[in-house]
């Protein structure tokens, strides 16, 4: 066997291996999360779908009723803050954002810098 064929061998295995033991990482991983699965499921006192809460036409009109009563909530708030713009946005316009504000400062230090090394 040739030197050339030598080291043609040893990165076949090299990479074979390699490749071997991802696979062999892959599959442990995957048994390990269907047995952790496993014994989430047998947990007592849990419904079959896996819902928290067993479903109801009543429990399901309620929270529906509850979500539409908070979006309007927020809705009325965001109106209350700011009445011209409370449907668009956060902040009134006249206010610099976080990154405004930062960047402001910045070209103001650099004022500062630059006029104690004027001569």
């Known amino acids: 066997m040739g030197e050339w064929e030598q080291t043609v061998w040893i990165s076949v ?3 074979g291996l390699t490749f071997a ?3 062999l990482l892959i599959a442990a991983m995957a048994a390990l999360t269907r047995w952790a699965r ?3 499921r047998a947990a007592p006192g849990r419904a ?6 067993p479903a109801s036409e009543g429990l399901e009109e309620a929270e529906q009723a509850a979500a539409v009563a908070v ?3 927020l809705a009325l708030e965001a109106r209350h803050i700011h009445p011209t713009r409370g449907w668009h946005s956060a902040y009134a316009p006249e206010e610099p954002g976080a990154w405004q504000a930062y960047a402001r400062g910045q070209q103001l230090e650099q004022g500062k810098t630059h006029q104690t090394l004027r001569w």
């Open 13 to 15: 295995v090299g990479m």
């Open 48 to 53: 079959e779908t896996g819902a928290a809460i």
């Open 71 to 73: 979006a309007i909530a």
């Open 21 to 23: 033991a991802i696979g």
């Open 38 to 40: 496993g014994a989430e």
